[in-house]
Structure formats: structure tokens, C-alpha cells
């Protein structure tokens, strides 16, 4: 055993430079970018305090943080109500919904936005059908180029990766606490309220800290979407270095979202370590 | 003994008793309760017993509300109950796995119920102190359930059960999780418990007969989703109505004897591989083929030349010590009995012949149904 030890450093050296020069190097890149001096003498802190003050970078960082704690809200709500019927209210078919779900998760999230752009879009279905049907001149929904489009996206494209921890959850709730519960004269809801609900907090946490992680980092559906005035963080990065070149500026906001997700995540990391990730089926 | 017509319709329970009315359940094509009917008088202490799948849990559950009925009504005092939902039932429960809150401390869980009733707190407050006390639980109540062992946990989920002040109080197999030491002790506080309480109604679910025989005042045996006999606890022990219940309640010897005229009306008498046996009264016609139910402690190894009656000669084929008491399987004319001797008794050898006898007071003669009690009116005592 011990030479092997003493070897270890040798044979993980490889791994550690590949893994710095793919991943650490460009984040160092970004990092020295966002501290680059700018022009007329202005040191890079200077700079960098510049840009967090300007209006474009908070009204992104606002959206960012409206979308995303929405979207982890309206996620949570409709999760914890789908797993609950799920798991409490049992469904002709509900172990192929389930399925479909898991599935769900795997597709890009563009690709779910461009199926809403067929659905809900002006040259929709829902839209052309409304038009045929009343007789209008314009499509009479117009909500899909909107904050609310956005969310109605994200909703429907993260919603599994809460559903998915609250079903490993109830999986193993003991049916007999609600049998009691009932006995005792507790109705529905104040049994999902006072016994399914706490028991299945480490996975509301889970999932919902997942979502907020997922959330303030989308970028595919908000640039699908292209809703009028709705940036985000991404988005301004995105516009900033590849539609103006100004990458001081880019890596600058960039560095603000990298430190919000490490963030999130040491927080997703904690709430699944202390909380019992194991009872959420998730470590 | 008398039978008792299964489809007979049974008035509500007075107070807070439980009615059964001739109730079926079935799950898609398997009848798991079939047309059972049962009367639990208030403040009577009635265990349903009976091999797996007899349907017993399930009587239970109807209820408690868990298991809707196809057929028949279930009374609590005076009341239908049959469609009401189980919270509006006004019953305590307690499973065997205590199924308390994790997330609640002990005098929680001992709240919840009256929370969500809406009780007011100062009766929330009295009602845990007097049921934690009641279970010798009141040192705990600022524990977690995990913080707990076994029988601590079930000691709460009673005083949970207890806190509503039910109409009736459903044990399902209550200690069936526990060890056997902790059961034992556990039988003997729930039996204090019952004394503490004489006005509470308890249905009590169990496969222990000697925790059915410890703790009910009458017990109804379950075959196969029939009740195949129901009495009171020592009647139905020492005079069992059919071969089901002689064999599920004390596994009993029994006998293939035959029927004969006996001298006396408070007498019975059956013929045994030749012998003339003394038994207790009995409505069998003489010549009709039955049998003869002896309890293993109902034997006594005598002399040969022994000259009281009922005396049964055979060979021991093996011996069991068991701490309290020991047992001999005796060959006796082809048939094999079981005979409990006490501890201290130097027993004969295997293979040796051996001679032992009964008192008539303590042999039962029921029919030679080799179905048990299946097809037959329910037997009650």
C-alpha cells in the first residue's frame, strides 16, 4: 500500500493539468479579464465597480433573480402538487407519466421552447385556432414574447427536477402515519400539511435549491424566447462579448454569476448532506 | 355452546360499542371478509384472531374506515358508520409499526390529534400530561420517536391514540414489532390500561393467542373471512366449539373418537381405540364420528395400574423442556398427545410405556369436521 501512496501524486498529476488547462484556465481568464484595467487610466477594481453600477447590469441581475425565484417557486408548487397525486392519489397509467418524466429531464431545454413557439407562438397552433375559430384579425395571445413565457418555460422544463426527489421521497413514507393521522381526525390537507410536507423536506430543499441553480443559469429558453426586454445575466454576457466585443464587461458580469451559482450550489451540496440527500434518492 | 345464524341482523351498538352487520369485503375477485357479522359491547375488550389472511386486519380497517365494505354496515354506538370518512369516525388507533410523526416530539405526536381537531390548548396541554402519565411516558415528552426504543414508541402511540378520547380504541398486532421480553411486559400494562379505562372499547388484532387469552374479555376466531367462533376468552379455551378453534386456541389434542350414549345429562361419552371415555356434556348423536379435545395440561402421567377412568395408555416417542414446563409426545393407539408436565417431574424415557388420564370436566367433544368450522353456521358460545 504505501508505495502506491507515494506514487499517487505521480499518476493524478496528468488528470490535474488537464483538468486546469479546461477548466481552471479559462476561469482564471475570466477572472483576470473581469479585474483587466479599462481605458483612460481606470484601475480594474475601478472598472468592475463601474459595471456593477450600471443600470444594465442590475436590471439583468433583477430579472435574473425574478425569474429564477419565481420559476423555483411555481416549481416547487406544481412538483410537491403532481408528486403528491402521484404518489398519495394513484392514477391509471401513473408509472408510464412517471417515466415520461424522467425522459423529460433529458431533453435540451431549447428544443422545449421551440415546441411552445409551435404551440403558443403568434403563428401557433393555439393562436391559429383562436384566430379560426372567433374570427380575429391577430393572434389574440401574445404572452409566449414575455417575462411570463419565459417562466411558463422554465416552469415546464424544470418542474421534474423536483418532481423526481419528492417521488423518491414519498416512496418511502410509511402509509400508516397518514392511516393514523386520519384516525385521529386530521382531514387531507392538514395531514399533507403537518406529517407528508416536513417528511419530505430535505427533498423540497433538494429539488427546489436544483431549480434555483438551473434557473439563474438558463440561457437557451430566454435567448429562444427573445422576449422584449427581458435580460438576464447570461444573456447580457452573451450580448456583451459575442455582439460587442466587450469582454471586459462580459467577464466582469460573468464573474457575478459564476459567484451566485457556486453559491447555490455549496448550498444545493449542503441541503443534500444534511438534510438526508439519501431519503431524496439523490446521493 | 349455540349456533348462531350468519346472516341475522344485529342492532347498533349501544354507548360505544362495535357492529359488524353482515359485512363482505373483497378485493377484485378475492373475498377477503365474508358476510361477518360481530357485536363489541361498550367498554368490552374483543380480540380478532385467526391465522394470515383470515381477514382480521381487514375487519379492522373497516372500522377504522381504511376498507369500504361491497356488503353490510358497520356501527359505532348508535351510529352508521359505514360511509363515514375515518376522520369523523372518533377512533384511536395504533399499529404495529407505531407509525408516530418523526418529525414531532413524543408530547407533539400526543397532540396532533387534538390539533386537528381544533381542541383549545389549555385541553391539548391536559390531555398529554394525563395520557403520557397514564403510559409512563411523561419523562420523554421532549424526545424525538428515534430518541426512543420499541416499546417506548408504542407506549406513545397508545397515549396518542388515548389523547382524542376515542369512541373505541382498534389495536392492530400492537406488539408484534417488539421483542419478547418487552411483549410480555407490554401485555401486562395494556392489561392495566384496560382496567384503568373499563369504559373504552377495544377491538384488538392479533395472531398471539396468549395475547388474546391475557388481555380480551371474549375473543372471535377468523377462518378465512368467516367468523368461525366467538365467546367469551375462558369458555372458548376450555370448551371449543369446533376443531378450528380447539387447534388455533391452545392447539389442543384431539382425538377421532365415536359417540356414545351417555349415563347422565350433565355427562358425555365417547368410545377410543376400545376405551370408554368420560367428557363433558355434548349435543352429538351417539355412533356419530367427533372429537375429543384434550389440552396437553389437561393430562397427567399416572400409574399403569392406575384405576381412575379416563386413563389412555401409550408409548413416548420424544421430550421437549422448555424452562416452565415440559412437554412428551405420547403414541397412543396411532394417535399422538401432547402432555405438559411440570419442570421439576423426572419423566419417563423415550420408548417407554407410559399411562396418563384426564379429567371429564376438561374434555371437550366437538364434530369431526376435517374443514374446521368452513361451510358451517358461525359457532358462538
Not at chain 1, 416547487?76 to 408510464?96: D, I
Not at chain 2, 376515542?166 to 384496560?194: C, F, G, K, N, T
Not at chain 2, 388455533?248 to 381405540?273: H, K, R, T
Request: contains cysteine; aromatic residues 8%.
Amino acid at each position: 500500500m504505501t508505495p502506491r501512496l507515494h506514487a499517487a501524486p505521480l499518476w493524478v498529476l496528468p488528470p490535474l493539468l488537464l483538468l486546469g488547462l479546461v477548466f481552471f484556465y479559462p476561469l482564471s481568464l475570466i477572472l483576470a479579464q473581469a479585474f483587466a484595467p479599462g481605458t483612460g487610466g481606470v484601475t480594474g477594481w475601478e472598472h468592475f465597480a463601474h459595471i456593477l453600477g450600471t443600470p444594465l447590469f442590475q436590471h439583468a441581475l433583477l430579472h435574473t433573480v425574478q425569474i429564477a425565484l419565481s420559476a423555483t417557486c411555481a416549481c416547487l408548487l406544481l412538483g410537491t402538487v403532481l408528486a403528491l397525486l402521484m404518489s398519495f392519489v394513484p392514477f391509471p397509467g401513473v408509472g408510464l407519466f412517471s417515466r415520461l418524466i424522467e425522459t423529460y429531464i433529458a431533453l435540451p431545454t431549447f428544443l422545449l421552447t421551440l415546441a411552445f413557439t409551435f404551440l403558443y407562438g403568434s403563428a401557433g397552433m393555439l393562436n391559429g385556432a383562436l384566430v379560426a375559430a372567433l374570427r380575429l384579425d391577430a393572434p389574440p395571445l401574445d404572452f409566449l414574447y414575455s417575462m411570463g413565457g419565459v417562466l411558463l418555460a422554465e416552469v415546464t422544463a424544470f418542474t421534474p427536477f423536483v418532481l423526481r426527489p419528492l417521488l423518491a421521497s414519498f416512496s418511502q413514507f410509511e402509509r400508516a402515519q397518514i392511516e393514523v393521522a386520519s384516525s385521529l381526525g386530521a382531514r387531507p390537507w392538514h395531514i399533507v400539511r403537518r406529517v407528508i410536507l416536513p417528511a419530505a423536506l430535505p427533498a423540497l430543499l433538494a429539488g427546489g435549491s436544483l431549480c434555483l441553480l438551473l434557473t439563474v443559469n438558463e440561457f437557451g429558453i430566454v435567448l429562444f424566447i427573445g422576449a422584449k426586454g427581458v435580460v438576464t445575466l447570461p444573456m447580457l454576457v452573451y450580448e456583451l462579448a459575442i455582439q460587442e466585443g466587450d469582454y471586459v464587461s462580459a467577464c466582469s458580469i460573468a464573474l457575478v454569476n459564476i459567484v451566485i451559482s457556486m453559491a447555490l450550489y455549496l448550498f444545493y451540496k449542503a441541503v443534500l448532506g444534511r438534510l438526508g440527500g439519501a431519503l431524496a434518492g439523490l446521493v | 355452546m349455540h349456533a348462531q345464524g350468519a346472516a341475522a341482523p344485529l342492532p347498533p351498538a349501544g354507548g360505544r360499542g362495535i357492529v359488524f352487520d353482515a359485512v363482505s369485503v373483497a378485493y377484485q375477485h378475492s373475498v377477503v371478509l365474508d358476510d361477518f357479522s360481530l357485536r363489541v359491547e361498550a367498554g368490552e375488550f374483543m380480540a380478532l384472531i385467526g391465522p394470515s389472511g383470515s381477514g382480521k386486519s381487514t375487519a379492522l380497517r373497516c372500522v377504522a374506515g381504511f376498507t369500504q365494505p361491497r356488503a353490510g354496515r358497520i356501527f359505532i354506538g348508535n351510529s352508521d358508520v359505514t360511509k363515514v370518512p375515518p376522520y369523523q369516525r372518533g377512533i384511536g388507533m395504533v399499529v404495529q409499526n407505531y407509525a408516530l410523526f418523526p418529525h414531532m416530539k413524543v408530547e407533539d405526536n400526543v397532540a396532533f390529534g387534538l390539533q386537528a381537531q381544533g381542541a383549545p390548548k389549555e385541553r391539548i396541554a391536559r390531555r398529554v400530561h394525563e395520557c403520557l402519565r397514564l403510559v409512563g411516558m411523561s419523562a420523554y415528552q421532549g424526545r424525538y420517536p428515534r430518541q426512543l426504543s420499541g416499546g417506548q414508541q408504542q407506549r406513545v402511540a397508545i397515549a396518542r391514540a388515548l389523547a382524542i378520547e376515542p369512541r373505541v380504541l382498534l389495536l392492530d398486532e400492537p406488539l408484534s414489532a417488539l421483542d419478547a421480553q418487552i411483549r410480555r411486559a407490554m401485555v401486562e400494562e395494556l392489561s392495566s390500561l384496560h382496567q384503568a379505562l373499563p369504559e373504552l372499547t377495544v377491538l384488538y388484532v392479533t395472531h398471539d393467542q396468549t395475547e388474546a387469552l391475557t388481555l380480551a374479555d371474549r375473543i372471535a376466531i377468523l377462518r378465512g373471512g368467516k367468523l368461525s367462533a366467538v365467546g367469551p376468552s375462558h369458555a372458548l379455551y376450555q370448551q371449543p366449539p369446533n376443531r378450528f378453534s380447539a387447534e388455533f386456541l391452545g392447539n389442543a389434542n384431539l382425538l377421532p373418537v365415536v359417540c356414545e350414549p351417555a349415563s347422565d345429562a350433565n355427562a358425555g361419552a365417547v368410545q377410543f381405540a376400545g376405551t370408554r371415555l368420560s367428557t363433558q356434556a355434548h349435543a352429538l348423536a351417539p355412533g356419530s364420528a367427533a372429537l375429543l379435545c384434550v389440552r396437553p395440561h389437561a393430562l397427567e402421567v399416572v400409574d399403569a395400574g392406575c384405576a381412575m377412568a379416563n386413563v389412555l395408555h401409550g408409548t413416548v416417542q420424544s421430550e421437549y423442556w422448555h424452562g416452565e414446563q415440559q412437554t412428551l409426545r405420547v403414541e397412543c393407539a396411532g394417535a399422538v398427545l401432547r402432555v405438559s408436565a411440570p419442570p421439576h417431574l423426572t419423566l419417563p424415557p423415550v420408548g417407554a410405556r407410559i399411562s396418563v388420564r384426564f379429567d371429564a370436566a376438561l374434555a371437550t367433544v366437538v364434530p369431526d369436521d376435517a374443514s374446521g368450522s368452513q361451510g358451517r353456521a358461525d359457532a358462538a358460545l
